[in-house]
């Protein structure tokens, strides 16, 4: 017997990564920042637009090669998640790193919305987890970086106001 649920869910998982509903969208948070901004840290913050950006797209492209890769090794903790300096290093690397975000992202939608694809079994080289596990971790781990760009961008001064 088919299970009813199963493409409904991986269809909620898929737009859950994407974004919306009740979260920002990635380039609705991430379009329209002047260049001269996106490695300015504000005041009394460690982080800027450009830092956390390239973290997402670490840990993003980890968890997804994590969960599709049994020779994969993870970066160093937590050195290897964050970009080596805070300064956007060149206006080629924001794109070069939108570009790889939205690249891992689509493979994650795509692993996740494939029938062969077993959601609930575990990951034979992890300890425990599973794809679905991974999904949401991605998706929730987007969201609350996206939540911290939306702040930065607001002690800016670049945060579109409605």
Same mark, same amino acid.
């Given at each position: 017997? %088919?299970? =009813? ?7 909620? &998982?898929?737009?859950?990564?994407? $974004?919306?509903?009740?979260?920002? %969208? ?11 901004? *996106? $490695?300015?840290?504000?005041? $009394? ?6 830092? &956390? ?11 997804? #090669? ?14 290897? +998640?964050?970009?080596? /300096?805070?300064?956007?290093? /060149?206006?080629?690397?924001?794109? %070069? ?5 939205? @690249?891992?992202?689509? @493979? ?8 062969? /694809?077993?959601? /609930?079994? %575990? ?6 987890? =599973? &794809?679905?596990?991974? @999904?949401?971790?991605? !998706?929730?781990?987007? !969201? +609350?970086?996206? @939540?911290? &760009?939306?702040?930065? *961008? ?7 106001? #409605?």
């Amino acid at each position: 017997m %088919k299970n =009813t649920l199963d493409g409904p869910l991986r269809q909620h &998982i898929s737009d859950l990564l994407g $974004g919306g509903g009740a979260h920002a %969208k990635f380039d609705q948070v991430l379009g329209g920042i002047p260049p001269n901004l *996106r $490695g300015k840290a504000p005041a $009394g913050l460690p982080h800027s637009v450009w830092m &956390i950006l390239d973290h997402m797209r670490i840990a993003q492209w980890d968890i997804l #090669e994590f969960s599709r890769n049994s020779k994969h090794v993870s970066p160093e903790w937590p050195s290897g +998640y964050w970009p080596r /300096t805070p300064n956007l290093p /060149t206006p080629g690397d924001w794109n %070069k790193c939108l570009r790889s975000f939205r @690249a891992d992202l689509k @493979a994650m939608q795509d692993l996740v919305m494939d029938s062969k /694809t077993n959601l /609930t079994g %575990k990951i034979p080289w992890g300890d425990g987890q =599973t &794809i679905l596990r991974e @999904a949401l971790l991605v !998706a929730d781990h987007n !969201a +609350y970086h996206l @939540a911290q &760009i939306v702040d930065i *961008r607001r002690l800016l001064g670049c945060w579109p106001e #409605e």
